[in-house]
Every structure is written in C-alpha cells, then in structure tokens.
C-alpha cells in the first residue's frame, strides 16, 4: 500500500471511530468548485452573512479561497446522518447539526496528532465554536485557530464532493445528512 493509501485508510478510521457514518479520501483534482455558491450565501437564508467571522463576505472573497483549496493535496470528506420524525422535525435537525458538530470537533483534535503539515478543516453551515460569534459584538474572533467555515463559503460543490467520496447526498426518508471535510497536502510525500 502506498503512504497516501496508508493515510487515508487511517485519516478515514479515525473520522468512523469520532461518530461518522462514512468517509473517504479523494484528491483535490477531484472537487469540484462553483463561484456561484456566494451568490447563495449572499441571499442569507441561513442569517449568518455578516455575521460570523468564518462566513461571508468576513471569510474573504470567493475566487481567492477556492485557489486555497487547490493548493492541498487530498481532502477527508466524511458524513454524519441524523433521525428525525418527519420533514418538519426542525429540533430533530437542531440536535443532528450539533451531534454533527461534536464529531467534526473530535475529528479536528485527533487530527492534530497525525503527522500532516497543513489542514484546513471545513465543516457544515459556518462556525459554531462560539454559542455567539464575536462578529455579532463588533468583537474579534475568540480562537482563530479552532473557528471553521463552511464547505461552501470555500465554493465547494457538496452534492458533487459526495459523489467524487462514493458517499450518498441525501440518506433516505426522514434522515438529515450533514458534511464536514479537512483537506490536507501530501504534496511532497506521495508513495
Ligand atoms: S470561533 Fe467564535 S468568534 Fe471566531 S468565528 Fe467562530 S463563532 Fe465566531
């Protein structure tokens, strides 16, 4: 098995072990990237443009985070699926979001302790460290280097990055499926 193998078999163990239901490791070659996604956050449907340091327009402009994305290797992308009673279960999707949140979390600190240069982490729906995000105080932000934004702030494609994984978008009836994704760089370590 070549290293890049070799990593990926472990970086995907240690995302199954912190709760994912799957995960993979595809390079970056294969993500595809959609400036169009900030058109999206623009229309702040979810409420946090503007208002979150990880989020637009804070996060910078679109084109010059998705050439960051290029400059990594690989990228882990991993799922969690949630239950919820039907599709008007808003605190069954609440609860999913934060189980959700709690595997990234374990994901991110374990991979602290593997031996890759440089990880970005990205996770679903912007930064939650923080039950306020300091944005909304006119603050600066509390841990720079725990905040997150979202796949898609980075203008990555979701529905197409799961597809490249071998991973469904969408897990059945009455399930919400959330994303998370740390890219890394084997540039100079390959085989
Ligand atoms: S860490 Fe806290 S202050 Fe910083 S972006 Fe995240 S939520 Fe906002």
Same mark, same amino acid.
């Given at each position: @098995?070549? =290293?890049t193998?070799q990593i990926?078999?472990r970086l995907c163990? =240690?995302?199954?072990e912190?709760g994912? /239901?799957?995960?993979?490791?595809?390079?970056?070659d294969? +993500?595809?990237?959609? #400036?169009a996604f900030r058109?999206?956050?623009e229309q702040n449907?979810?409420?946090? /443009?503007g208002?979150?340091? @990880?989020?637009?327009?804070?996060?910078?402009?679109i084109?010059e985070?998705? #050439?960051?994305?290029r400059?990594?290797?690989?990228i882990?992308? /991993?799922?969690?699926?949630?239950?919820?009673?039907?599709?008007y279960?808003f605190?069954? !999707? !609440?609860?999913?979001g934060?189980r959700?949140?709690q595997v990234? &979390?374990r994901?991110?600190?374990e991979l602290?302790?593997e031996?890759?240069?440089r +990880?970005?982490?990205?996770?679903a729906?912007?930064?939650? @460290?923080?039950?306020?995000? #300091?944005?909304?105080t006119g603050?600066?932000? &509390?841990?720079?280097?725990?905040?997150m934004?979202?796949?898609e702030?980075?203008? =990555?494609?979701v529905?197409?990055?799961?597809?490249?994984?071998? @991973?469904?978008?969408?897990?059945?009836?009455?399930?919400v499926?959330?994303?998370g994704a740390?890219l890394?760089?084997?540039s100079?370590?390959?085989?």
């Amino acid at each position: @098995m070549d =290293i890049t193998a070799q990593i990926a078999e472990r970086l995907c163990g =240690i995302a199954l072990e912190a709760g994912a /239901y799957r995960a993979g490791v595809i390079s970056t070659d294969e +993500v595809k990237t959609d #400036a169009a996604f900030r058109k999206m956050c623009e229309q702040n449907l979810c409420g946090n /443009y503007g208002r979150s340091w @990880m989020c637009p327009p804070d996060a910078g402009p679109i084109e010059e985070l998705m #050439a960051e994305v290029r400059t990594f290797s690989h990228i882990l992308v /991993y799922q969690t699926v949630g239950e919820l009673e039907d599709s008007y279960d808003f605190e069954g !999707m !609440m609860e999913a979001g934060a189980r959700h949140n709690q595997v990234v &979390r374990r994901i991110r600190d374990e991979l602290r302790a593997e031996p890759l240069k440089r +990880v970005l982490h990205l996770g679903a729906g912007g930064c939650r @460290m923080c039950e306020t995000c #300091a944005k909304k105080t006119g603050e600066p932000c &509390r841990h720079p280097e725990l905040a997150m934004s979202s796949l898609e702030t980075y203008g =990555i494609n979701v529905s197409e990055l799961a597809k490249a994984a071998g @991973m469904k978008y969408i897990n059945g009836q009455n399930t919400v499926t959330y994303f998370g994704a740390a890219l890394f760089d084997l540039s100079d370590q390959e085989n």
